[in-house]
């Protein structure tokens, strides 16, 4: 126990990450907190504390207990960047307790990783509780450059580098916010975690920093979250590491979470086989043999699944409303849906399918029961494009329900990850990113240099159906905005990087099978899996670009991609064990839709030298030589 005398005399309170690199230290009065690495400032002082809106906020508040913590384990993972996290951290409950009025307490958590620290708020379950929102900011010194994206409900934004000062003070930015230290020693992500009590939130400019928005709730701009006994508020996280790109790696946001209970090992990930991107927006009308073709081509080519987007349920509508008449415990009558599931089991592919949020809440435990029934193997559920306390309510439930009747779960219209897919492992990927779906449309912004930072940012958070598998290639000087069967801005190469780079444990194959048909690199898609023992990033920054290496087994696939400008990277093998290897290398050729096919032989002693065109990228399939 610590020595709560001592504390009281001090000014504040250190946690320290086991290798004593990463520090949180919270002020005494409960008031400030300050995020330090290898002893640099991280987070300068910075404000603490809850936004009450039933009494008036805490104040004057002092030390009264110290309860220290620490954990050592590794935990198993199921379909997600690697078999196992490790989840070593210190860590201290401080609880402060009022000098004067009511003496009412207020706790905080925090935890400090060799990865990063976090912070919660812990209220007594003795009263009720209604929150206005948060104190918590984080001031930043040196006005770094970070990586942000505006949010917006949809949370699928294009990402830029900007100083803090140069940040808009109307608008609001979305996490996670992703900068360097002023020595460039220590890259580091605003982040949160453990939402699942709580509601999400957003980033606003203050002067030097920014400041936690909790989502309000949709009826009361005044309430964001209401709760009959105590409170646990989200984490407030800040990951940490050397370089940009080892913030992949990173398991902090699944180790703040819930563990999964239960057994999950029936979460099944692989491809999947997909209607909706090469057709028009409204969706196609639906027939038995154009859904068998889907079907056909998933078996063909080894995916296990099949997703069925808008437009199959009876009374369907466009796909973006909630026509009251849509019912989507039934299928369109010209659908047989036992039937097409039969058909399709017979071929070794599972269906999943799309529905409207707003028609499954209402009767979420008939619509799941229907899906099991039939022997759906998912649900795909969109637009809900909100992330207060009631919305965060209702995924915890689907979670929960698809879970129970051994359903896969793809949130789209979504806020990003909060560290709910480690709390319920079916909830396999999730959207809230701009993805290749905006290539349908000129205006869209999925450009080279886009995809580049998404892997340095959005996915940090964790998994992202991008849905990527266009193609029609291109590069962004001969990009045509197409509906039906749309271009990439990028090359084949790039494409097929893609699936390594890019984290997902359910992932779209989501071009028209035709587009498939004798196409240089394909082969490789068939191959590539979804889900990792092992993930290392191995080079590149967010300005320029990225090289991924994740393992399956003995193999280990590489993706490398670029923006806007050509460049040749080296990739050290040193990753790999002793022995000997064979590489098949698929890399740009000379054209968009052209891949170069190379094999070698290799060691861990060797470094491949991958040429890599405007927008373009190369995949690598590393195997042992037995």
Not at 72 to 83: G, N, P, Q, V
Not at 451 to 476: E, Q
Not at 507 to 536: C, H
Request: overall charge negative.
């Amino acid at each position: 126990m610590f020595n709560i005398m001592m504390a009281l005399a001090v000014s504040q309170i250190v946690v320290a990450s086991p290798d004593k690199k990463a520090e949180i230290r919270i002020a005494a009065d409960g008031a400030s907190y300050s995020v330090y690495r290898e002893g640099e400032p991280i987070v300068s002082a910075s404000p603490m504390g809850l936004e009450l809106a039933n009494a008036p906020d805490f104040s004057d508040l002092e030390v009264v207990d110290i309860q220290k913590q620490s954990q050592k384990r590794d935990l198993a993972l199921t379909a997600t960047k690697a078999s196992a996290a490790r989840d070593w951290h210190n860590g201290a409950i401080v609880t402060f307790r009022e000098k004067t009025g009511a003496h009412r307490t207020l706790s905080v958590e925090a935890r400090a990783s060799n990865d990063g620290v976090a912070f919660r708020y812990l209220l007594p379950k003795d009263a009720p509780v209604v929150l206005k929102g948060e104190k918590t900011a984080y001031r930043f010194p040196n006005d770094p450059a970070c990586e942000v994206t505006e949010y917006s409900s949809s949370h699928e934004n294009s990402w830029a580098l900007k100083k803090i000062s140069e940040l808009d003070g109307a608008k609001l930015y979305d996490v996670p916010v992703v900068c360097s230290s002023a020595s460039g020693r220590t890259h580091y992500a605003i982040v949160q975690s453990g939402i699942e009590a709580y509601a999400g939130s957003s980033l606003s400019p203050v002067d030097g920093g920014l400041k936690v928005r909790v989502t309000p709730l949709p009826d009361r701009k005044d309430v964001a979250v209401r709760s009959a006994a105590g409170l646990t508020s989200a984490w407030r996280a800040v990951m940490m590491a050397d370089r940009a790109g080892d913030l992949i790696q990173s398991h902090l946001i699944g180790n703040l979470s819930a563990q999964a209970e239960g057994d999950y090992s029936w979460v099944k990930p692989g491809k999947v086989a997909w209607d909706w991107w090469s057709g028009p927006t409204a969706g196609e009308k639906p027939t038995m043999e154009r859904f068998r073709r889907f079907i056909d081509f998933a078996a063909e080519s080894g995916f296990p699944y099949f997703l069925i987007d808008a437009g199959w349920p009876l009374n369907a509508t466009p796909c973006c409303d909630a026509d009251p008449k849509t019912d989507i415990t039934q299928s369109n009558p010209v659908i047989d849906m036992p039937a097409l599931v039969k058909y399709a089991d017979s071929k070794g592919v599972g269906l999943i399918l799309w529905a409207h949020w707003k028609h499954v809440e209402p009767r979420m435990e008939a619509v799941l029961d229907t899906y099991q029934r039939w022997g759906i193997k998912g649900v795909k559920v969109d637009f809900m494009e909100r992330d207060d306390q009631e919305m965060v309510q209702f995924y915890v439930r689907l979670a929960q329900e698809t879970a129970k009747r051994h359903l896969l779960l793809d949130m789209h219209g979504a806020f990003p990850p909060a560290g709910l897919a480690r709390t319920y492992p079916n909830y396999i990927t999730q959207e809230g990113v701009l993805g290749l779906e905006y290539n349908k449309f000129a205006w869209g912004q999925v450009t080279p240099g886009h995809n580049v930072k998404l892997a340095y940012t959005r996915m940090l958070l964790g998994p992202m159906d991008y849905t990527p598998g266009g193609f029609r290639n291109s590069t962004p000087q001969t990009y045509v905005a197409r509906e039906v069967m749309p271009m990439t801005r990028t090359t084949r190469g790039q494409a097929l990087a893609q699936y390594v780079v890019f984290d997902s444990p359910l992932q779209m194959i989501s071009d028209d099978p035709a587009a498939y048909a004798n196409a240089p690199g394909f082969e490789f898609l068939k191959d590539v899996p979804t889900a990792w023992d092992e993930t290392r990033f191995i080079d590149g920054s967010p300005e320029s670009h990225v090289v991924v290496a994740r393992r399956k087994g003995q193999t280990w696939y590489v993706g490398a991609m670029t923006n806007e400008e050509s460049r040749t990277v080296a990739i050290p093998l040193g990753f790999l064990g002793g022995g000997k290897f064979k590489a098949e290398i698929w890399q740009d050729g000379a054209g968009a839709n052209d891949v170069e096919h190379v094999v070698k032989s290799i060691s861990n002693r060797d470094v491949l030298h991958i040429p890599m065109s405007v927008g373009g990228g190369a995949a690598i399939t590393i195997k042992p030589v037995h």
